[in-house]
């Protein structure tokens, strides 16, 4: 049986077992099978506010070719190239349909180094110049990644978008953290790459421009040693201030296969100093989250919660919205609590 065979037949007893983990997880908003898109792959999303107020996922989104949307032996070598796509919030956590109408980005905006894809989007908006900065990876085959970064002032038009350099070893895409929000008049910003191609460690990067980069060589965050993300880790979305200052980071690790405990990727957090970012506060020594649903374990890549995307809850600090796509099939999200303890440590938990 293929895999989207098996996520059709399992669509009511999803819909059956989303009732138990509602106080934990939201029902994928994004998935071909709840029909709620045309895609077969629906992965890894990123979040932003459009310039009308309005939210918005952007997502990776594939097919095996424009005409078949069943991978038959289920391989990436067999899968059309990604795109990626725009879908308003119509309503909390509710979003577009997606299909080909809402592609906003893609191989044609890159060129051959993406002749077989734009993926893993992450997006962060500058405030003080109205720009959106887009990072993400171009694979010009299975396998074979690069980061770049785009800008544009109004992410639904894909004529907007402003392709800049590639960003040098970072295969497995980067966030980037603005800091308009200090006291200093021409802030450092900060980049947080993925040295890997799936997950490995996080180098810095710094930018008083935010266009030209330099990668300077430590790391922020690395795989431990005989803990559960010691297979390596891989960037998140843009850090979020806390109540007290300091940000937290979502990220997600990759086990480069299947961990009989943690899955294919698990989700974890960092606290960083408000201060200065590269310094980590606090971090888990647990994961946050790992697959445990059926949408979470049944899928192109089963055992897979992968996060590129978040936003503060309206009203709160310390609440957040995470969006992650799941198998490589859905994207869905989860209500994430981020507590101070006491002085320099922190607690992060699912509602």
Sequence with gaps: MSVLSTMLTAALALNASYESHVENRVTPMVSKALNTSTYFLNCNPAYTKLPSGQGALIVRVQNCTREHDACPDEHWQTLGPSHLVILKETSPNVFEYADDSKITFGPDNVGPAAAYGTEDPRIVYREKTGVYYLTFTAASQPGVKVSYFATTTDPTNPDLWHVHNKIDGAPGGA???????????????????????????????????????????????????????????????????????????FYPTDHHGQDPKYGRCALGWAILDKDDPTIVVDRCDAPLMVAETTYEKVGFTPNVIFTTGCHRIQGTMNEFMLYYGAADTVVAGAHIIVTRLSEGKYAARRV
């Design 175 to 249: 966030a980037i953290l603005i800091r308009d929000d200090t006291h200093h008049l021409y802030p450092t910003h900060y980049l947080f790459a993925t040295d890997d191609g799936l997950a490995g460690s996080l180098e810095i990067g710094t930018s008083r421009d935010l266009l030209h980069w330099t990668m300077t060589g430590r790391h922020l965050l690395v795989g431990r040693p005989g803990m559960w993300d010691e297979a390596g880790v891989a960037a998140g979305p843009s850090p979020e201030r806390l109540e007290d200052g300091n940000y937290v980071f």
